[in-house]
């Protein structure tokens, strides 16, 4: 029950989440944290976790970042990736 939960759950939400977490760089705090909230809460549903009880260690044994760490590291993956193209595409373009 548990592997079809957390499949249900990585579909709906998290493969959400994923797919935009780059915008949501520029986001206020208030929103960064209920969608953190939102994530804590299907982590706990996957766990049938208590509220009492601590995320962190849920999130840790399911790989998921938080929404803030997620975001930065989306940013930093984009800015990386437009350098290294910008780099391959000079080294087409130069004469030698």
């Given at each position: 029950?548990?592997?079809?939960?957390?499949?249900?759950?990585?579909?709906?939400?998290?493969?959400?989440?994923d797919y935009c977490i780059?915008?949501?760089?520029?986001?206020?705090?208030?929103l960064q944290d209920r969608l953190q909230s939102v994530?804590?809460?299907?982590?706990?549903?996957?766990?049938?976790?208590?509220?009492?009880?601590?995320?962190?260690?849920?999130?840790?044994?399911?790989?998921?970042?938080k929404v803030q760490t997620g975001s930065d590291f989306g940013c930093v993956y984009w800015l990386i990736a437009a350098f290294m193209a910008q780099r391959h595409l000079s080294s087409l373009t130069a004469f030698t």
């Open positions: 029950m548990q592997h079809a939960l957390l499949t249900l759950v990585n579909a709906l939400i998290v493969s959400k989440v780059s915008v949501l760089a520029g986001v206020s705090g208030h994530l804590n809460s299907a982590a706990r549903l996957v766990y049938s976790a208590r509220r009492s009880e601590h995320i962190s260690p849920l999130l840790q044994e399911l790989h998921w970042l």
